[in-house]
């Protein structure tokens, strides 16, 4: 079945650092790639997606690239706030075997001043 | 206007009772989802329900019931509450099943269900 897999945290990094969440999928077919955040205390919210193969998402100073041949959407951003710190989930939709949205485990990031 | 609102936002209970929890969405989307977060932050969805029709039922023991009067409403029902419960309970709704930019989650605050 569908599935996704992304690097364990958490992750703490200082202002202005460089961001990297790897994430990985196994998907069939062609499946749609998202990247969702949950600050404290809320419900996740959409951060950006990619629908099909090179596509670039990209929201906030935050991107992904959809690369099929390594099957990543890797989660990156070149200067972090602290605004930035909250939770990270890496999520799939497939094109076949249902209409589920499939996430990834979750990576904390903390932002420190 | 909140898109997404689920109510209670908490809800604290002794094991055994039976607890509801109500979601509604004002953003005219076709499809609505119950999904659970345990302590670790992990999402599993529960139940989909496009247009007032059961369309995922995952493993979920069946003490817990949704309904969905209408599109715009998916309640959550559990019954005979245990400790293995506790969690936040998240609604969220989607304009649609299919196509990639039908899909995109729409998510409420979430209910966090402390079972004692």
């Known amino acids: 079945g569908n599935s996704v897999t992304q690097m364990e945290g958490p992750v703490t990094l200082s202002e202005e650092a460089f961001l990297t969440i790897n994430c990985t999928y196994t998907?069939?077919?062609?499946?749609?790639l998202f990247w969702y955040v949950q600050y404290p205390g809320e419900g996740l919210q959409l951060l950006l997606k990619?629908?099909?193969?090179?596509d670039k998402g990209s929201n906030k100073g935050f991107e992904a690239t959809y690369r099929k041949e390594t099957t990543s959407f890797h989660l990156e951003k070149g200067s972090v706030q602290v605004s930035d710190s909250a939770v990270y989930f890496c999520?799939?939709?497939?094109?076949?075997?249902?209409?589920?949205?499939?996430f990834g485990a979750g990576t904390r990031l903390f932002v420190k001043a | 206007d909140t898109a997404v609102s689920q109510t209670p936002k908490y809800l604290v209970t002794q094991m055994g009772n039976d607890k509801s929890i109500k979601c509604e969405q004002n953003?005219?989307?076709?499809?609505m989802y119950w999904y659970k977060q345990d302590s670790k932050k992990f999402l599993k969805i529960m139940f989909s329900?496009?247009?007032?029709?059961?369309?995922i039922n995952e493993t979920v023991p069946n003490r817990f019931s949704p309904k969905s009067p209408d599109k715009a409403h998916l309640n959550l029902h559990i019954n005979s509450l245990e400790l293995g419960d506790s969690a936040v309970y998240f609604c969220?709704?989607?304009?649609?099943?299919?196509?990639?930019?039908?899909?995109?989650?729409?998510f409420g605050a979430g209910s966090r269900l402390t079972v004692l």
């Open positions: 998907a069939t077919g062609y499946p749609s």
């Open positions: 953003l005219g989307h076709d499809t």
């Open positions: 969220a709704s989607s304009q649609d099943l299919g196509g990639p930019g039908a899909n995109v989650l729409t």
């Open positions: 999520a799939l939709i497939g094109n076949t075997g249902g209409f589920k949205t499939i």
């Open positions: 990619a629908t099909k193969a090179d």
């Open positions: 329900y496009n247009n007032k029709e059961l369309i």
